[in-house]
């Protein structure tokens, strides 16, 4: 799928991806989806994500807190605050410890409320975005808070995009699972 370059495109690519996701979550045998997360004998990752997230539950809720940037980095600045979409005191190049507590956070958050969080944020996403016209989204310069990106960038590298990092690391275990 090309990534998104106008509002259409945007909404249909997160909800299309979103429906993936949720559909190869219940396919999961129960066992493979309560179980930590394995990608085969002597699998490292490169990113860290890879030994970050040990569970179903770690994904989605990395999933969920990255759509609370996005939503309070919107809020934020249409309320006029000029934000950041990383929160201080993480940065661009920091946001490897952010995603670090984030997990932390999550530590004791049961799968299936990781879950409905999931779930009420992606809706949440879907009405900010319609919210704003293909200009505000997809036209550098319209929204001065978004820097030297659009909006929609921002947007489709945490719906579409991290939906597809999900899945890749879901698929990844679950043919490692099938493997055992």
Known sequence: MARPTTKTELIEAADTQFGKLLKLISSMN???????????????GKEAHWARDRNLRDILVHLYEWDQLLLNWIASNRAGENRPFIPAPYNWKTYGDMNVEIWRKHLSTPCEEAMRLLEESHHKVMAALG?????????KGVLTWTGTTTLGSYCVSATSSHYDWAMKKIRAHIKASADL
């Open 30 to 44: 129960p066992a493979v989806r309560a179980a930590p997360l394995f990608y085969g004998p002597g699998f490292v």
């Open 131 to 139: 919210q704003f016209s293909n200009e505000e989204l997809f036209r």
